[in-house]
């Protein structure tokens, strides 16, 4: 199985908002709604943002919303903030206990 | 208070076995439902899901190092421990702990732990 796919970059003004998209196949972000999404500063850990493909854990910013049609999950990040700027993976079960990240997107605020 | 702390060697000559420690507190292994996972980042590049182990103790490897990986559990120490063989430098990288999939999903980390895979 192949790494889901993810622009490498994307990038946006503060108070503007952007979309970051996981494409995957029909044998995992197609088939599963269960796509996560993760924010990962530069030296540190990924922390935790989306389950299930739209459901936002507790404690994690409103500004964080998430959604998927067919093979594409997408992260919709908005009023964009300083502290946004970081790489964001996407990653989807791919059925038969395994998980498939994407490649990572870079998001830069301008 | 859930947390998750990875330890193991800092550099690993080729060829050699690298073992590698998650100490986790704040939930327990055995509990229904509950997993613990290794993830790994090879020099800021992607994550790549590597192995999970459940609480009824079955074992989960991704398929391009499957005859490479064993990951395995002490409920008594509550740790989670990973060992891939014959390492290479490729596998330079940090490597994380994760408790999950819990919903599919990661929800606690741990700081990870930085391999240099060297002669």
């Known amino acids: 199985q192949s790494a889901l796919t993810q622009p490498a970059s994307v990038s946006g003004s503060p108070g503007q908002s952007i979309t970051i998209s996981c494409t995957g196949t029909s044998g995992d972000v197609g088939t599963y709604d269960l796509v996560s999404w993760y924010q990962q500063h530069p030296g540190k850990a990924p922390k935790f943002l989306i389950y299930e493909a739209t459901k936002r854990p507790s404690g994690v910013s409103y500004r964080f919303s998430a959604s998927k049609s067919g093979n594409t999950a997408s992260l919709t990040i908005s009023g964009l903030q300083a502290d946004d700027e970081a790489y964001y993976y996407c990653?989807?079960?791919?059925?038969?206990?395994?998980?498939?990240f994407g490649g990572g997107t870079k998001v830069t605020v301008l | 208070q859930v947390t998750l702390r990875e330890s193991g060697p800092a550099l690993v000559k080729p060829k050699e076995t690298l073992t590698l420690t998650c100490t986790f507190s704040g939930f327990a292994l055995s509990s229904s439902g509950m997993c613990v996972t290794w993830i790994r980042q090879s020099s800021g590049k992607a994550l790549e899901w590597l192995a999970t182990i459940d609480w009824e103790d079955d074992k989960y490897y991704t398929a391009s190092l499957k005859t490479r990986l064993t990951i395995s559990s002490d409920s008594f120490t509550n740790q989670v421990f990973l060992r891939l063989t014959n390492v290479d430098p490729v596998d330079t990288g940090s490597y994380y702990c994760a408790r999950g999939p819990i919903n599919d999903a990661f929800d606690f980390w741990g700081d990870g732990t930085e391999v240099t895979v060297s002669s």
């Open positions: 990653c989807s079960y791919a059925g038969s206990n395994i998980y498939l």
